[in-house]
């Protein structure tokens, strides 16, 4: 039934859909402006099931009219729960959110892209772009303080066969790419800076 203190469109048997204002009448509710045919505006009567009753306009009396009223739809009065972050979820599933969000980041950098089918192993995608082959290992960033006081991000080393192998470690954090990992951290913070620092 229709809500006549609620916002109401018009439904065309077409698919048209039209907002519409309403005026009350002795016998029901007229439809203003504008139910537009060939012939000009039409003002029409309509019932609160939503089906035309009559019109004193372009259409004679018993003329199928292609027109009905419907409530506007409304956006529902409970919030929608939409869940955890993605730094809430276990690691498997951070894991692959965020592969799936760097492959999106390197289709729209012009990539076509390709996933390894094994959970496991040294490349998680490999990205082409022309002559351009990459081979990434999509790895999650963490943010931490440092004792320096600063906030930064941390991240796994690449392992000596991506090394030699050539792979890149493209960084997400909470469902977004951060960049390759020499851009988001320090490149003096690789492992070999580190292993010198130690004295190894």
């Not at 204002?21 to 609160?48: C, D, H, M, W």
């Not at 894991?95 to 089918?117: C, D, P, R, S």
């Not at 022309?130 to 004792?147: F, G, H, N, P, S």
Request: contains cysteine; charged residues 25%; hydrophobic residues 35%.
């Amino acid at each position: 039934m229709i809500r006549w203190n609620e916002p109401i469109e018009a439904v065309h048997e077409d698919g048209r859909v039209v907002p519409v204002t309403l005026k009350s009448s002795r016998n029901g509710y007229e439809v203003r402006p504008i139910l537009e045919e060939e012939r000009g505006p039409a003002v029409a009567i309509f019932q609160s099931d939503g089906t035309h009753k009559w019109n004193r306009t372009i259409y004679p009396p018993h003329r199928h009219v292609p027109w009905r009223i419907r409530n506007v739809a409304q956006a529902p009065e409970t919030p929608i729960d939409e869940g955890k972050s993605v730094n809430e979820l276990s690691g498997c599933y951070k894991g692959v959110i965020h592969e799936m969000t760097a492959t999106i980041w390197l289709m729209t950098q012009g990539y076509q892209v390709f996933k390894n089918v094994c959970p496991s192993g040294p490349i998680d995608l490999i990205a082409i772009r022309d002559t351009e082959i990459i081979r990434i290992d999509v790895k999650t960033a963490t943010l931490k303080r440092q004792a320096d006081g600063v906030m930064r991000y941390n991240a796994a080393f690449l392992t000596q066969e991506q090394e030699s192998i050539g792979v890149k470690m493209l960084l997400a954090h909470n469902g977004v790419i951060l960049g390759w990992r020499d851009d988001v951290i320090d490149p003096s913070r690789s492992r070999r800076a580190l292993e010198k620092e130690a004295g190894r």
